[in-house]
């Protein structure tokens, strides 16, 4: 069995509390004097970089006033996260524990790995402060690596093949979320979909978007494993 595993992180691996958006809405404040419509924006599916030219777009400032500023925004940004991480319970959500022991100790060419929306330091940051382990996913693909999210499953497919020497197609590769921007982003490549609601989509939201696979939470390992290895 070949499979290159791709967790999205927020509202999918893990719990944050809201703590990324206040990151978010501080360095905003810090950098450009304003947030823009935030209390009204979802952040759910979006990269980072497509969230702070959004917002910035909507509060009145031009493409050329938000690009220069934005290497500032996200120094700005992870040290205002890392400070919110000291003061926040950031907790797996259920079943995600156990099922990456079950992706990590499957027999044949199994590569775990991430592919979300946040900035690649913003990603580690979040994922050790949930005590996943930064460390065991082998490949990743994020927001700072391209601001449109359906460019980031063939990033995550070039460093899969970078590090294994393996070409990853179809369904052999399995893109995990809990938004329609995760069933959407990989359909041009013929992915695997696996949809969970414990973000802020519910069941019935998801599953007009036709993933594969559905859950409500990951609670069933077991069932989960047989969607992804099946």
Same mark, same amino acid.
């Given at each position: 069995?070949?499979?290159?595993?791709?967790?999205?992180?927020?509202?999918?691996?893990?719990?944050?509390?809201?703590?990324?958006?206040?990151?978010?809405?501080?360095?905003?404040?810090?950098?450009?004097?304003?947030?823009?419509?935030?209390?009204?924006?979802?952040?759910?599916?979006?990269?980072?970089?497509?969230?702070?030219?959004?917002?910035?777009?909507?509060?009145?400032?031009?493409?050329?006033?938000?690009?220069?500023?934005?290497?500032?925004?996200?120094?700005?940004?992870?040290?205002?996260?890392?400070?919110?991480? @000291?003061?926040? @319970?950031?907790?797996? *959500?259920?079943?995600?524990?156990? *099922? *990456?022991?079950?992706?990590?100790?499957?027999?044949?060419?199994?590569?775990?790995? *991430?592919?979300?929306?946040?900035? @690649?330091?913003?990603?580690?940051? =979040?994922?050790?402060?949930?005590?996943?382990?930064?460390?065991?996913?082998?490949?990743?693909?994020?927001?700072?690596?391209?601001?449109?999210?359906?460019?980031?499953?063939?990033?995550?497919?070039?460093?899969?093949?970078?590090?294994?020497?393996?070409?990853?197609?179809? =369904?052999?590769?399995?893109?995990?979320?809990?938004?329609?921007?995760?069933?959407?982003?990989?359909?041009?490549?013929?992915?695997?979909?696996?949809?969970?609601?414990?973000?802020?989509?519910?069941?019935?939201?998801?599953?007009?978007?036709?993933?594969?696979?559905?859950?409500?939470?990951?609670?069933?390992? @077991?069932?989960?494993?047989?969607?992804?290895?099946?």
């Amino acid at each position: 069995m070949r499979r290159l595993v791709l967790f999205d992180i927020d509202g999918t691996l893990l719990s944050a509390d809201g703590a990324g958006k206040r990151a978010v809405n501080d360095a905003l404040v810090e950098v450009f004097g304003t947030t823009g419509p935030i209390e009204r924006y979802s952040f759910a599916g979006r990269t980072d970089p497509q969230i702070a030219r959004e917002l910035l777009t909507a509060a009145g400032l031009a493409a050329g006033e938000i690009d220069p500023r934005l290497p500032a925004l996200w120094d700005s940004y992870i040290a205002n996260l890392r400070w919110e991480m @000291e003061r926040t @319970e950031v907790t797996p *959500l259920p079943g995600i524990p156990e *099922l *990456l022991r079950r992706v990590e100790e499957a027999a044949g060419e199994t590569v775990l790995g *991430l592919l979300t929306g946040n900035i @690649e330091e913003g990603a580690r940051i =979040k994922v050790d402060a949930a005590g996943l382990g930064w460390e065991r996913f082998r490949v990743g693909a994020f927001g700072s690596d391209h601001a449109d999210r359906p460019e980031l499953p063939a990033v995550a497919l070039r460093r899969a093949r970078d590090l294994t020497g393996m070409d990853f197609a179809g =369904k052999e590769v399995v893109i995990l979320g809990d938004t329609p921007f995760d069933i959407q982003c990989g359909a041009h490549l013929g992915v695997r979909t696996i949809a969970v609601a414990t973000g802020r989509h519910p069941v019935e939201e998801l599953a007009a978007h036709d993933p594969d696979h559905l859950f409500s939470d990951f609670s069933d390992v @077991e069932a989960v494993w047989a969607a992804i290895a099946n």
